[in-house]
């Protein structure tokens, strides 16, 4: 099954007030969905949009696979293990909150931040928290998380370049900037396609664009 999702569907989150504007791919907070719950392991797939100085402020997570990938601007991430880091365009974070873990995310900068956070689940819970950056992901392969049996893949395309979907259980795809097509689908930034139970079709860009790609044992 070939799923698509468009970007002005998302729920909306955050507010003028906070300095934050949030777009949720799933069900989230306020907005509950019992048809749109997760795809997977995949519980949350969140664009974030932070003024100067608006964040985050500390608060817990845990038995989740928090991964993070900056477009534009700085996040300033602290958290209760002792990392405090600052994250840019082009680097993934990857917070695993294990048996529970405090953080604050914030936009320290004097510029516009955006964001994709996507929050995986485990398969097993429990074990230690772990924190990692990986600097300039893009075109330096795919990143794996074992504990959800998870890949992300990272394409960064010119227009009429193609690439192919990963044959896997589950496939997610969110457009994070440009236009592309997934099969028949013309896609946008924000819009996503969620595949199960057959082979993907390519992923061919129609413009310049840049594309996360989730590869999904279950």
């Given at each position: ?38 795809f997977g392991v995949i519980m949350a ?173 279950a």
């Open positions: 099954m070939i799923s698509v999702h468009r970007a002005e569907d998302r729920y909306p989150g955050g507010g003028q007030d906070t300095g934050i504007l949030s777009r949720h791919a799933f069900s989230f907070g306020s907005h509950y969905d019992p048809d749109n719950l997760r797939c969140n664009s974030e949009r932070l003024e100067p100085g608006a964040g985050f402020e500390e608060h817990p997570h845990s038995h989740t696979e928090i991964v993070t990938w900056v477009v534009e601007g700085e996040l300033t991430h602290r958290d209760s293990t002792g990392h405090a880091t600052t994250v840019r365009p082009g680097d993934l974070q990857h917070l695993s909150a294990a048996s529970g873990v405090r953080h604050v995310e914030r936009n320290d900068g004097d510029a516009p931040l955006t964001f994709i956070q996507m929050w995986l689940s485990p398969l097993e819970p429990g074990g230690r928290p772990a924190y990692t950056v990986v600097p300039g992901l893009a075109g330096s392969g795919p990143y794996t998380i074992p504990s959800a049996g998870a890949t992300l893949h990272v394409h960064r395309l010119d227009a009429g370049e193609r690439t192919a979907l990963p044959d896997a259980a589950r496939v997610y795809v969110h457009v994070v900037s440009g236009d592309v097509r997934v099969g028949d689908a013309e896609l946008a930034s924000g819009d996503s396609v969620r595949i199960s139970g057959e082979p993907g079709p390519e992923l061919v860009a129609t413009g310049a664009a840049e594309v996360l790609v989730w590869e999904l044992s």
